[in-house]
């Protein structure tokens, strides 16, 4: 059984989109942790009703970011983790994690990448009145948001669009995307073109 990790910052309704399909059978594998830079973040709450451990910190209580990084590698290597899951972590991946993890860290970000990257991919998406949008899953790099793409699902930004019902629609896709696209990863190591085809 493949072991992952998943990181959070916030709500963490892609965390509890991939407890679900694991609790039903969907996705042999194991959360052996969730990772969390906020102390409030709802995320925890998920993972306590569904007795996911949990590491929770506060970046600015360690010196820079190595120091925590290198508390976190230590613990995941400890759990035999085999892959980082980033679900709305609001940090950067640094060189600590990257250099073990390397090739093992996915993120799923809320646009078209490398459309709209960073922060609030959705606000953008809507100031800069684009009539697409969409959800990318990729492998993470140094960069913000820039590393290799595994797979893109684009999404039509209606006339009449608020931030509430893209946000909906991304979120409808992301909680189906993800999971399908852990399954693949976990189970043979890579996704297919042919299976990237069949998400969409
Ligand atoms: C998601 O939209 C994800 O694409 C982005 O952050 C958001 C996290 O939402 N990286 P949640 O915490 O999983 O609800």
Redesign the pocket.
């Known amino acids: 059984m493949k072991k992952i990790a998943v990181f ?1 910052s ?6 509890q989109a991939i407890v679900d399909v694991i609790q039903a059978g969907m996705l042999p594998a194991e959360i052996s942790l969730l990772v969390c830079d906020q102390p409030g973040a709802f ?1 925890i709450e998920r993972a306590k009703a569904n007795e996911v451990p949990c590491f929770i910190f506060k970046a600015k209580d360690f010196p820079s970011k190595a120091d925590y990084e290198k508390e976190i590698a230590a613990l995941l290597q400890d759990l035999n983790v085999d892959l980082i899951v980033l ?2 972590y609001m940090r950067l991946i640094g060189s600590t994690l990257l250099k073990v993890y390397e090739g093992r860290i996915v993120n ?3 646009s078209m990448l490398p459309e709209f990257p960073g922060k609030d991919a959705i606000g953008q998406a809507l100031a800069a009145k684009a009539k697409w949008t969409g959800v990318t899953i990729h492998f993470v790099d140094e960069g913000m948001d820039t590393g290799p793409i595994i797979v893109q699902e684009r999404i039509r930004i209606a006339e009449n669009e608020t931030r509430e019902s893209l946000q909906k629609k ?2 409808t896709i ?1 909680h189906k995307l993800y999971p399908s696209i852990l399954h693949m990863l976990l189970t043979q190591g890579e996704v297919t073109n042919e299976e990237k085809a069949r998400t969409y």
Not at 10 to 15: A, E, K, R, V, Y
């Open positions: 959070a916030g709500s963490g309704s892609n965390f995320a679900a709305g799923i970000h809320p991304i979120q992301e």
